[in-house]
């Protein structure tokens, strides 16, 4: 047998209490655009942000047109050459990987600009919210402005961000606290820098949280987000808590959900796997919440709790990470700790078996099985290490 072992990166999220504890509402990585995590995929995309999300014009490569340009944005892994891309050696998501992740990569011109917006729906007045994002450039007067999602009163804005010559990522995030009548926002991120001299940004990693209390879940025993069945065994034993902090009330209900897609920005992906009925949970008090599932489907699963059963429809909710359930093929075993591929026996049809008496070999020789004059048959070649 082989073994391989599965790794998870780690997005070096946590800056904050709401980033650390809080319920992901959205995050935009770029990571998608033209199968970004594929470490053969482009360096730069050829798929642009959905019209009307940014004032940038699109470029799929450095120089010309590119980046040099004023005005223009890339969806960039990084590991380019030439000014500036080499300002954004890799992305923020997958650090010192450059194969890996995509960054929004811009370059700003004489007018103001924006860089990034998102609508965020179902949302309930007076909750706490957490915006933040990454960044790493040089100059650049940067903002984060809310709006009302009915309205399109501007709610808040915060900066500006100059960002001289800091060519590392770096964190920027903000509070905000949702007002009466308010249960959706947009949020825009503008670069009212209108010099030549640097603004010259990447971004990474914008995320919105929901400020909770954690919901701690391991499957199977462990908080691994990626879990591996196959086809003998499904069994999936999910367990879930979740301290009570009061801020949906005393009375909570939670649901274990199920999803084909991951999306965490839909309500309308998401099936009720199993329900806790409502029940009285003191501040601090500890609400548990456990599953086993014999014969679990592959997809994405997440724990939600809140008050009662419109948590269904909204987000007024804390939630759990999202956990990948993935059915292995046949030949692939798991223990729950790594992943063990079991070859099967190959018969390299090799007629003759090595004669000592008519041949020799250096005693530290090593061996090489293949069919390496493309016969049909199977050749042993010995080699000397020297």
Same mark, same amino acid.
């Given at each position: ?28 990585? %770029? ?37 040099? $340009? ?100 770096? %964190? ?14 947009? %949020?825009?991120?503008?670069? $009212? $820098? ?5 603004? $010259? ?186």
């Amino acid at each position: 047998t082989m073994l391989l072992c599965h790794f998870t990166s780690s997005r070096l999220l946590a800056q904050n209490v709401c980033v650390e504890n809080g319920t992901l509402l959205f995050i935009e990585t %770029f990571d998608s655009y033209n199968d970004g995590l594929n470490s053969s995929s482009p360096i730069y995309a050829t798929t642009p942000l959905s019209s009307g999300m940014t004032t940038y014009t699109f470029v799929k490569q450095y120089p010309s047109p590119g980046l040099i $340009d004023p005005g223009v944005y890339a969806l960039y892994k990084g590991g380019g050459t030439g000014w500036p891309v080499t300002k954004f050696h890799d992305d923020h998501t997958y650090p010192n990987d450059i194969t890996k992740g995509r960054m929004l990569a811009t370059n700003g011109k004489s007018t103001p600009d924006l860089v990034y917006k998102q609508d965020i729906t179902d949302l309930c007045s007076g909750t706490e919210l957490y915006f933040s994002f990454w960044m790493r450039g040089d100059n650049g007067l940067v903002y984060w402005k809310i709006y009302s999602g009915t309205s399109s009163t501007l709610l808040a804005t915060f900066g500006p961000i100059s960002n001289p010559g800091n060519t590392a990522w770096k %964190f920027y995030g903000y509070d905000f606290t949702l007002p009466a009548g308010e249960t959706s926002i947009r %949020f825009e991120i503008w670069n $009212d $820098d209108t010099s030549f001299g640097g603004n $010259d940004l990447a971004y990474d990693d914008i995320a919105v949280h929901l400020c909770t209390n954690k919901v701690n879940v391991t499957a199977n025993g462990s908080s691994n987000t990626n879990v591996f069945i196959n086809r003998n065994n499904k069994n999936v034993n999910f367990e879930g808590s979740y301290v009570n902090d009061a801020k949906f009330g005393t009375t909570l209900t939670s649901y274990w959900l199920y999803s084909t897609t991951g999306d965490i920005t839909s309500l309308t992906d998401w099936t009720v796997v199993d329900t806790k009925s409502p029940a009285s949970y003191h501040n601090s008090s500890t609400l548990n919440h456990n599953v086993s599932l014999a014969t679990s489907e592959p997809g994405y699963y997440r724990l939600v709790i809140g008050n009662g059963s419109s948590i269904l429809t909204n987000k007024c909710r804390a939630a759990s990470d999202v956990f990948h359930v993935q059915e292995l093929p046949d030949n692939i075993i798991t223990d729950g700790s790594e992943c063990l591929v079991e070859f099967k026996k190959i018969d390299f049809g090799i007629k003759q078996k090595w004669s000592s008496a008519s041949n020799t070999a250096h005693y530290m020789a090593g061996a090489l099985v293949g069919d390496l004059d493309n016969d049909g048959i199977a050749e042993v070649v010995t080699y000397n290490p020297d």
